[in-house]
């Protein structure tokens, strides 16, 4: 059975075999029934970070939310 997975969350992004590991570990994840969600806990400075390089992204973005509606 073929499921979504939302994420994973990684910054900054992995490349060449470390990339082929995180596949991998995503793969085999999707793959085990009843699994449903492993969190690591973050620090502020990891969210910060996470927030940091996120940043020209969501700028780009003209995102339409319920604060934001589409006029």
Do not use: C, H
């Not at 060449?16 to 449903?36: D, M, P, R, T």
């Not at 940043?55 to 995102?63: G, S, T």
């Amino acid at each position: 059975m073929v499921v979504g997975v939302f994420g994973p969350v990684v910054v900054p992004p992995p490349v060449g075999e470390e990339a082929l590991k995180l596949w991998g570990l995503v793969k085999g994840y999707s793959e085990i029934q009843g699994l449903y969600e492993i969190k690591t806990p973050k620090t502020q400075g990891d969210l910060e970070n996470i927030a940091k390089v996120f940043a020209p992204y969501l700028k780009a973005r003209e995102w339409r939310t319920v604060q934001t509606p589409a006029l």
